[in-house]
């Protein structure tokens, strides 16, 4: 089973800001990444990441022509 990735950690994985976070994902945003792992929710107010798409994602960022900070 997969593991799930709180927002707290992935933010330390990511090495960026909350507001960075969640710009990315504001469909709205001229920073939108539409590869960006999809949440999973959780409970009410909790949500958090599967392990294997963060993983993904890092991956895909690694490459040497992406931008990370938008």
């Given amino acids: 089973m997969d593991r799930i990735i ?4 992935f933010l330390t994985i990511l090495g960026v800001s909350k507001s960075t976070f969640y710009i990315w994902q504001d469909k709205n945003s001229a920073y939108y990444k539409p590869n960006f792992p999809k949440k999973v929710n959780l409970g009410a107010n909790s949500v958090g990441y599967f392990e294997s798409d963060v993983n993904k ?3 895909e960022i690694k490459k040497p022509n992406e931008v990370l900070y938008g």
Avoid: W
């Fill in 6 to 9: 709180r927002v707290k950690e």
């Fill in 57 to 59: 994602y890092l991956n």
